[in-house]
């Protein structure tokens, strides 16, 4: 069955860095391009970053671009979001989705807080 894990959320201080895991498994993954959403606590869920089935071509939200890199190794079928320079805003629930396929990970929780 199809399967969306992310993984490498945690808390960490202001400044820091993180980097998200998304792997996938259960379809041919690297036929679609995949999306990184967040959930900040009293806001609407948000796109953060995408990235088309072969990595290229990307695009991000203006609130990250520079600070987070989306990534993907279709060998591995996972798609990665590295996060730098992380602020209390970016404080959210983290998730994967796959374009075209409306498949959802289950969500991984970013906490930047010192």
């Known amino acids: ?3 969306l894990v992310e993984s490498g959320g945690g808390l960490v201080q202001p400044g820091g860095s993180l ?3 998304c792997a996938a498994s259960g379809f041919t993954f690297s036929a679609y391009a995949v999306s990184w959403y967040r959930r900040a606590p009293g806001k609407e869920r948000e796109l ?8 290229g071509s990307i695009n991000y939200a203006d609130s990250i671009k ?3 890199t989306i990534s993907r190794d279709n060998a591995k079928n996972t798609v990665y979001l590295q996060m730098n320079s992380l602020t209390p805003e970016d404080t959210a629930v983290y ?3 796959v374009n075209g396929k409306d498949y959802w990970g ?3 929780q970013v906490t930047v807080s010192s």
């Open 1 to 3: 069955q199809v399967q």
């Open 66 to 68: 520079g600070r987070f």
């Open 95 to 97: 998730y994967c989705y």
């Open 106 to 108: 289950q969500g991984t």
């Open 48 to 55: 953060v970053a995408s990235i088309s089935s072969t990595g």
């Open 19 to 21: 980097r998200l895991s």
